[in-house]
């Protein structure tokens, strides 16, 4: 996803892409993962131009397999990620001792020479679309976590009421 600055016209320009499942793969390279995707990534692209400023909004769209967070059981999950950012040429600043740098250019990314390359802007996007913890559906009931069944499949045997030994001596204290 690499576009010439003199390539964007001034109405602006829209792009799609569908990058293939192991697009992540080189990102990854060493995490251990509990998703797979299942889906092509689709994204699309809205460059518009200001002089030298590049306006991006970008959208992704991709289908995740997922371990639900209570049962384990592996489901489909659509992930779906609008994002907007401003790009700039590099300032040609040093960080020799102190700079302080304003809200607009913590929030702006970067560029350097007259191609602007969005790969890695639209890879931190899927990534950060990526739930921490997923459930298969709000009311999972999980594990049972004395024997290990299916909640949601079948109800356990195990005795409701049981408590750990070591928090017994917790039945005896009174409140007033």
């Not at 569908?18 to 809205?46: C, K, M, Y």
């Not at 518009?48 to 967070?69: D, F, H, N, Y």
Request: charged fraction near 30%.
């Amino acid at each position: 996803m690499q576009f010439r600055l003199e390539d964007i016209p001034q109405e602006g320009l829209e792009a799609t892409f569908s990058q293939g499942e192991n697009w992540l793969d080189e990102r990854l390279q060493g995490e251990e993962r509990t998703f797979r995707f299942i889906s092509p990534i689709a994204v699309h692209l809205d460059l518009s131009k200001l002089g030298k400023t590049i306006m991006v909004k970008s959208r992704v769209q991709a289908k995740v397999e997922w371990p639900c967070a209570r049962c384990l059981q592996i489901f489909p999950l659509d992930l779906t990620s609008e994002y907007s950012t401003i790009l700039k040429p590099k300032p040609g600043f040093s960080l020799q001792g102190e700079v302080e740098l304003t809200r607009e250019e913590v929030e702006t990314e970067f560029y350097e020479g007259e191609e602007i390359d969005l790969n890695s802007l639209v890879q931190d996007q899927v990534l950060l679309a990526l739930p921490q913890k997923a459930l298969c559906r709000e009311e999972c009931r999980g594990l049972c976590p004395r024997c290990g069944k299916n909640l949601n499949r079948e109800v356990c045997q195990c005795a409701v009421g049981l408590v750990d030994p070591r928090l017994e001596i917790l039945r005896k204290v009174k409140f007033k």
